[in-house]
């Protein structure tokens, strides 16, 4: 069996938005975080709107065919 690592339109669109996200929010930080071995909770909490978070009961899991859909934010 071939794994297919396509991404789909909609994996796509959400690998973009956390790549902006990450660029806007984490790169200029980046050395702090790293020095520091610290997460800001400030990132943390902007990240929970964008559905960067999922649990084990979300849709997505218990519909998903794709296991790339697995790595990915979910609903």
Do not use: Y
């Not at 929010?25 to 978070?53: C, Q, S, T, Y």
Request: hydrophobic letters at 40%.
């Amino acid at each position: 069996m071939d794994l297919d690592c396509t991404l789909s339109l909609k994996q796509r669109q959400i690998r973009r938005m956390v790549r902006e996200f990450a660029k806007a929010e984490l790169a200029p930080i980046a050395r702090e975080i790293d020095e520091e071995g610290h997460f800001p909770w400030e990132v943390v909490e902007k990240m929970g709107p964008l559905n960067f978070f999922w649990n084990a009961g979300s849709k997505t899991i218990q519909r998903s065919r794709d296991r790339l859909d697995l790595l990915l934010p979910g609903d």
